[in-house]
């Protein structure tokens, strides 16, 4: 028998409550999934194989889909197969694993909405310097940074909780290894692991979003200085999807994360995170798709390229 204090595994205790009318979940779940999956690849394919995208915004709107997949992948499959079966187990291993490339890729996203949000800041304010401001080199640096920072930083964090004290059990009552059901289940002193997770989130989330709403409070300063109600509009267009993204993304994150205390509110906390988990990724493509005018144009170029391709043969 597995040691409590150290189990050898875990059980997510998901959707059980909804006994077998958890099976009707699976429909919607993975059809979500799918056209998250799909959305986003369609916009990582668009930026890669046109030239007209090959920009600074592009490139990090790139950054962004692919890191929606990847968020995704760490979570939704593996709650997928759990509505199929009876005894949703999770190694021990395999949870800090899960924990660490969840948060870790999920920092890196939020990073990546505030380098996007530098660029139009740069692209709007200070037009002329823009190509030098952001040089491939900054770009590639900015992105480097965002992904490299959160997975040197959730080492220590991972670590911490492989050598917490687990004596409440071994059920999660979460639909993946998510920090707050982690931390119930330990009777170790937590308190320093939930200061140092706070911190972790003002780094990477709020500080983020704080950088965000500052470029675009200077954004909106200098639109509204735009002579011509055509520039406005083209100038709101560029951004209005990215600040859409902003505050559904952030919103929710903030709501989960950016608190102390964060191990005694468990069942709100399962909900709002399913939402991110699933609903954002899926929603991301339209959004990007629906309010971007260029991502739009080259969409519709690919299309009619397909329609010649077809007609041709």
């Known amino acids: 028998m597995a ?8 059980v997510l205790l998901g959707f059980s409550p909804f006994g077998e009318l958890q099976v009707l979940l699976y429909g919607p779940f993975l059809t979500l999934y799918l056209l998250a999956f799909m959305g986003n690849t369609v916009i990582i394919v668009t930026v890669i194989a046109n030239t007209h995208p090959h920009t600074p915004m592009y490139f990090f709107l790139g950054n962004f889909s692919l890191l929606e997949i990847l968020v995704t992948m760490t979570a939704v499959p593996r709650m997928l197969s759990d509505l199929l079966v009876t005894h949703n187990i999770i190694s021990f291993t395999g949870c800090m694993v899960q924990f660490y490339f969840y948060f870790s890729l999920g920092s890196t996203s939020f990073l990546i909405l505030s380098d996007m949000a530098l660029d139009r800041f740069v692209a709007i304010c200070h037009p002329l310097r823009y190509d030098t401001l952001m040089s491939w080199a900054m770009c590639v640096g900015l992105a480097g940074a965002a992904w490299a920072a959160p997975f040197l930083v959730m080492v220590p964090t991972v670590i911490s909780r492989a050598y917490l ?3 409440h059990g071994n ?7 998510d920090h707050a059901p982690l931390l119930q289940l330990s009777c170790s002193d937590t308190s ?3 200061f140092w997770d706070f911190m972790m989130a003002l780094a990477f989330v709020l ?10 409070g200077y954004i909106v300063t200098t639109v509204l200085r735009i002579p011509s109600a055509s520039g406005r509009q083209k100038a709101f267009s560029t951004c209005g999807s990215h600040l859409t993204l902003v505050f559904i993304g952030y919103s929710s994150t903030i709501f989960l994360y950016v608190r102390p205390g964060k191990a005694h509110f468990v069942e709100v906390s399962k909900t709002v995170a399913l939402v991110t988990s699933v609903l954002t990724p899926f929603l991301s493509p339209f959004i990007l798709t629906l309010r971007n005018e260029t991502v739009k144009a080259v969409l519709r170029g690919q299309m009619q390229r397909l329609k010649g391709l077809h007609k041709a043969l």
Not at 3 to 10: A, K
Not at 171 to 177: A, E, Q, R
């Open 3 to 10: 040691n409590l204090s150290h189990p050898s595994e875990f």
């Open 165 to 167: 004290n687990y004596c």
């Open 171 to 177: 059920i999660i009552n979460h639909v993946f290894c």
């Open 192 to 194: 320093l692991l939930e």
């Open 207 to 216: 500080s983020s979003f704080l950088m965000t709403l500052i470029s675009y």
